[in-house]
């Protein structure tokens, strides 16, 4: 596993691999402070997509520089994304395929809750950067 500071991953030692392929999203969002930073592996359990990964947003001028570090790393990973509820307060989204990743105010993260939704998926838990 690379850079990245995790503090907590469940049981399952491919959740680690897997979320190396994210790595430059996961550092992009730490390097502009996301707090609250986890990474979801679905792929045992969802349709719909392999991955999210979910950040909370300091403010609104925060969550716009989430989105912003989010879209350059996906654009030198060469990879497709749409984004949505670039004007929401409480969530915005970025579907990469097989990856979304999903920024909250702390009010949004606690109304939707995906943790919990997802809570059977193996996941990991990252330090925010100060």
């Known amino acids: 596993m690379t850079g990245a500071g995790f503090i907590h991953m469940t049981n399952d030692k ?3 691999d897997f ?5 430059p999203v996961i550092e992009a969002l730490r390097g502009k402070h996301a707090l609250e930073l986890d990474f ?3 792929r ?3 349709g719909f997509a392999d991955a999210f990964i979910i950040a909370t947003a300091r403010s609104e001028i925060n969550a716009r520089a989430l989105l912003d570090a989010v879209t350059e790393a996906l654009d030198s990973m060469g990879l497709a994304y749409k984004t949505e509820g670039e004007e929401s307060a409480r969530w915005k989204l970025i579907d990469a395929g097989n990856a979304i990743i999903h920024i909250f105010s702390a009010a949004g993260r606690e109304f939707y809750k995906l943790e919990r939704l997802w809570g059977d998926a193996p996941s990991m838990k990252f330090e925010g950067e100060e």
Do not use: F, K, N, T
């Not at 979320?19 to 790595?23: I, K, L, T, V």
């Open 40 to 42: 979801i592996d679905l």
């Open 14 to 16: 491919g959740v680690a």
């Open 19 to 23: 979320a190396d392929e994210y790595m």
């Open 44 to 46: 045992r359990i969802s």
